[in-house]
T-cell receptor, first 112, second 117 residues
Framework: EAQVTQNPRYLITVTGKKLTVTCSQN?????MSWYRQDPGLGLRQIYY???????DKGDVPEGYKVSRKEKRNFPLILESPSPNQTSLYFC???????????FGPGTRLTVL | AQSVTQLDSHVSVSEGTPVLLRCNYS??????LFWYVQHPNKGLQLLLK??????LVKGINGFEAEFKKSETSFHLTKPSAHMSDAAEYFC???????????????FGKGTKLSVIP
């Protein structure tokens, strides 16, 4: 089954404790992206990647890092999480020109 | 630059009545437009998309949307609401050019649809 998977689905952590949210897709998509969703703000893009070893900032990159060492994986790293990063996070992937992005199930992160 | 405005943050309809969710966009280039739906505690699912073919686009679950360039609108409609349509709906725009950021999507803030039995 074609899908985007994220782990963990739920995470509660404390300020300053480094964490990684994994994202993996099995559709051989070149393009991958991370979004955060906050009430009343819709989805905002954090980082995106056009292909392996090619990443760039989205609209709200501060406090986040990403890497793309393999085509299927695109982890999101929070080196020193803060409470304002409490949010619902989505990973997505797509073919370069097709346009339709396929979303993972989401990761709900709470930073205390 | 591109932007999306969903004109209603919350729409409430009775079951069996028509649904209209409004979306206006702006884009410097010929856009691709999408509607996604998010059911409670679920991820986003594509409802339909417009990519410069027919201006009336049919999607899943009886939804459709009409691209009106003169009005810069892409409203989502359904003739008869069902209880299972209760969800949040997002209008999304992507500029159709081949620059470095050309695959980036801009999301509206969402419209929450409630369906009253």
């Amino acid at each position: 089954e074609a899908q985007v998977t994220q782990n963990p689905r739920y995470l509660i952590t404390v300020t300053g404790k480094k964490l990684t949210v994994t994202c993996s897709q099995n559709m051989n998509h070149e393009y991958m992206s991370w979004y955060r969703q906050d009430p009343g703000l819709g989805l905002r893009q954090i980082y995106y990647s056009m292909n392996v070893e090619v990443t760039d900032k989205g609209d709200v990159p501060e406090g986040y890092k990403v890497s793309r060492k393999e085509k299927r994986n695109f982890p999101l790293i929070l080196e020193s999480p803060s409470p304002n990063q409490t949010s619902l996070y989505f990973c997505a992937s797509s073919l370069p020109r097709e346009g339709t992005q396929y979303f993972g199930p989401g990761t709900r992160l709470t930073v205390l | 630059a591109q932007s999306v405005t969903q004109l209603d943050s919350h729409v409430s309809v009775s079951e069996g009545t028509p649904v209209l969710l409004r979306c206006n966009y702006s884009s410097s280039y010929s856009p691709s437009l999408f509607w996604y739906v998010q059911h409670p505690n679920k991820g986003l699912q594509l409802l339909l998309k417009y990519t410069s073919a027919a201006t009336l686009v049919k999607g899943i679950n009886g939804f459709e949307a009409e691209f009106k360039k003169s009005e810069t609108s892409f409203h989502l409609t359904k003739p008869s609401a069902h209880m299972s349509d209760a969800a949040e709906y997002f209008c999304v725009v992507r500029a159709a050019y081949s620059g470095a950021g050309s695959y980036q999507l801009t999301f509206g803030k969402g419209t929450k649809l409630s369906v009253i039995p």
